[in-house]
């Protein structure tokens, strides 16, 4: 089952009509401030990111979830799973990982979100262990991550960009659902 239910919000796979508003998400500087390079990114890239991660979807069996608001039928943003390819020395490994527009934060959508992946995760998949990877300083994931019952792993360095990660992971066969 690819489409998860909780109280606000659907956790679906990705259609062509949110391309325009992942590309507005895309498109905030205060959204982007801690992923790779910090740069906005533009419509085609934006393409090619839904692309890929749909491509995951089909390849791994999971993947980053369209997260839709119930009440108006708005794309928030994502939350999901994939493989953290750019960081080889946590592989083999699934990491959470979630992005929403600015105009939604601060409503517990990211973290409603993260609490139905992680089931997902476990009961639908079967995998007991996840991980996720910030950059340090982005204290809003981490707020996140703290409240799922993650635990710090490892601190480390980004292999491109030469900044500081955190590592945090958390054993599902002890997660509560
Ligand atoms: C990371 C990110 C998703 C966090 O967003 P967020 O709004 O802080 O997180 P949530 O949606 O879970 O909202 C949490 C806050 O909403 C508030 N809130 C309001 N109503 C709420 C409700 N019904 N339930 C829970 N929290 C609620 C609380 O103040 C809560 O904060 P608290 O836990 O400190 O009390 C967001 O900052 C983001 O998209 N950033 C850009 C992308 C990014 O950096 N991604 C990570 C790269 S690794």
Do not use: C
């Amino acid at each position: 089952m690819t489409e998860i239910r909780t109280p606000r919000l659907l956790l679906r796979r990705w259609h062509d009509d949110d391309l325009a508003p992942m590309a507005d998400i895309h498109a905030d500087l205060q959204v982007m401030r801690w992923i790779d390079d910090g740069a906005v990114r533009d419509l085609d890239r934006t393409a090619g990111d839904i692309e890929r991660w749909e491509e995951e979807w089909d390849e791994e069996g999971f993947g980053l979830f369209a997260v839709e608001l119930l009440a108006s039928g708005e794309l928030a943003g994502f939350t999901g799973l994939s493989v953290p390819e750019f960081l080889p020395e946590v592989l083999p490994a699934v990491a959470i990982s979630w992005r929403f527009g600015s105009q939604f934060w601060g409503q517990g959508y990211a973290s409603e979100a993260a609490q139905a992946t992680l089931e997902f995760a476990l009961q639908d998949r079967g995998l007991d262990r996840v991980i996720s990877i910030n950059r340090v300083g982005d204290d809003a994931s981490e707020n996140i991550i703290r409240k799922l019952g993650m635990v710090p792993e490892r601190t480390t360095v980004h292999p491109v960009y030469g900044y500081p990660l955190h590592v945090h992971t958390i054993d599902l066969t002890e997660f509560e659902a």
